[in-house]
């Protein structure tokens, strides 16, 4: 039986999705959040191991123009997992927005940081050591 009273739980649970996506910025907008704890979005079109085992998602061809880059150092990577499989992927990045090299960026250090579009956690499974 359909309880009118209940109409507004109902509407708010189906919106809430809805919400933490929208709460979420593009990665062109993540330098002007500097300083701030946010959530970007983004398509990652490169995983690539850089210098001393640093790992970089990339979310441009270019990455030398590219205005954000989520990095993953190699003590982190346990604790994130197999990031490898992000290539390609759509994900929202939660942390804190740092300015490196003009760039905004946010260090990965935990699976729990990391979701899909559409609220999936724990997108990478732990790399076992």
């Known amino acids: 039986m359909w309880v009118p009273s209940a109409l507004p739980t109902l509407i708010v649970a189906l919106l809430l999705p809805a919400i933490s996506i929208a709460d979420c910025i593009a990665i062109w907008e993540a330098k002007k959040h500097i300083g701030e704890t946010r959530c970007v979005s983004g398509k990652v079109l490169r995983v690539k191991e850089g210098n001393r085992g640093v790992t970089f998602l990339d979310f441009c061809e270019d990455y030398l123009v590219c205005p954000f880059t989520v990095v993953v150092f190699p003590s982190d990577l346990k604790h994130v997992g197999d990031i490898r499989q992000l290539q390609g992927k759509m994900v929202e990045i939660h942390g804190p927005v740092k300015e490196y090299d003009?760039?905004?960026?946010?260090?990965?250090?935990r699976a729990r940081q990391l979701t899909g579009m559409l609220g999936k956690s724990r997108l990478c499974p732990r790399v076992m050591t």
Not at 102 to 109: D, S
């Open 102 to 109: 003009g760039r905004a960026e946010i260090v990965l250090e």
